[in-house]
């Protein structure tokens, strides 16, 4: 399971000019899953996404998470993370879970990190999504729970 973190001042996702969630300061996380995750991904990528400390303290060091600063979260599903460009120009995606598996695991991941109480908006699985983001800093982190 894959999670692109990207620390915003604010951000949103509209489906078909209707605003579907909007979050202020916080993570936009954009979440691929592959075919061999599962809820051990989940629970790791939860954790380590609500105790990851990006956010300045009060000396302006990064040292706080978000729990820490009360932050909100955006989460979108994004099969691309999983992008194979080894041959061509077109990437090929047999990497990603089919629909069924990712529905099933991007939801699990959204009521985990619920529990965990954070608020929580999402875009809509599946959906042609716009999504708008001012970020902070910029701040970009890459978790993949292969990787731990």
């Given at each position: 399971m894959r999670a692109l973190i990207q620390r915003v001042?604010?951000?949103?996702?509209?489906?078909?000019?209707?605003?579907?969630?909007?979050?202020?300061?916080?993570y936009v996380l954009l979440l691929g899953v592959g075919r061999e995750d599962g809820?051990?991904?989940?629970?790791?990528?939860?954790?380590?996404?609500v105790n990851l400390r990006i956010f300045a303290d009060g000396d302006g060091k990064i040292n706080l998470s978000l729990r820490d600063t009360g932050g909100q979260m955006l989460i979108?599903?994004?099969?691309?993370l999983y992008a194979d460009t080894s041959r061509g120009n077109r990437p090929g995606f047999e990497p990603a879970a089919p629909p069924e598996q990712a529905a099933r695991l991007y939801e699990?991941?959204?009521?985990?990190?619920?529990?965990?109480?954070v608020?929580?908006?999402?875009?809509?699985?599946?959906?042609?999504?716009?999504?708008?983001?001012?970020?902070?800093?910029?701040?970009?982190?890459?978790l993949d729970s292969r990787a731990r």
């Open positions: 001042k604010r951000g949103s996702v509209s489906i078909d000019g209707r605003l579907k969630g909007e979050i202020g300061s916080g809820e051990d991904d989940i629970a790791y990528l939860v954790r380590k996404t979108i599903s994004q099969f691309t699990r991941f959204v009521a985990a990190m619920r529990a965990e109480g608020p929580v908006q999402t875009g809509e699985f599946g959906a042609d999504m716009t999504v708008e983001i001012i970020n902070d800093g910029p701040v970009t982190i890459m």
